[in-house]
């Protein structure tokens, strides 16, 4: 069982910045790849970004490449996503998850979820 807890969220305007966290309980956090997804009133939730085991490998939508990174901390149980350059379309619910296997954007892939965060960018 792995317990997941984000924070970070907030209000900023566009074109500032953000960073999540997401710490994870349990002692079995380095054999999950963990991923950020979020989700807009009225849309599906959708991938955001990815992080393999040892955080040597990493993978993003389009929508967010070269704006935001995600990184992880084993030896804090924690993963992160800094965000910049935001837009109002980045306004969503943000949730980490965890899988224990890498390469797969859908959300049914990945076996446990926080309970979100909410991003709101003014415009």
């Known amino acids: 069982q792995v317990q997941l807890t984000e924070s970070g969220g907030g209000l900023v305007q566009a074109g500032g910045s953000l960073r999540l966290s997401c710490a994870a309980s349990?002692?079995?956090?380095?054999?999950?790849?963990m991923a950020w997804f979020r989700q807009a009133p009225g849309k599906e939730r959708e991938f955001v970004a990815a992080?393999?085991?040892?955080?040597?490998?990493?993978y993003y939508a389009d929508s967010v490449k070269g704006r935001f990174t995600i990184s992880r901390n084993n030896a804090k149980n924690t993963v992160y996503l800094q965000m910049n350059s935001l837009k109002p379309d980045d306004t969503a619910v943000y949730y980490c998850?965890?899988?224990?296997?890498?390469?797969?954007?859908?959300?049914?892939?990945?076996?446990?979820w926080g309970q979100g965060t909410q991003a709101t960018v003014s415009s």
């Open positions: 998850a965890a899988a224990p296997n890498w390469g797969d954007i859908h959300f049914l892939a990945y076996d446990y």
């Open positions: 349990g002692r079995t956090f380095s054999s999950y790849c």
């Open positions: 992080i393999s085991w040892s955080g040597g490998r990493t």
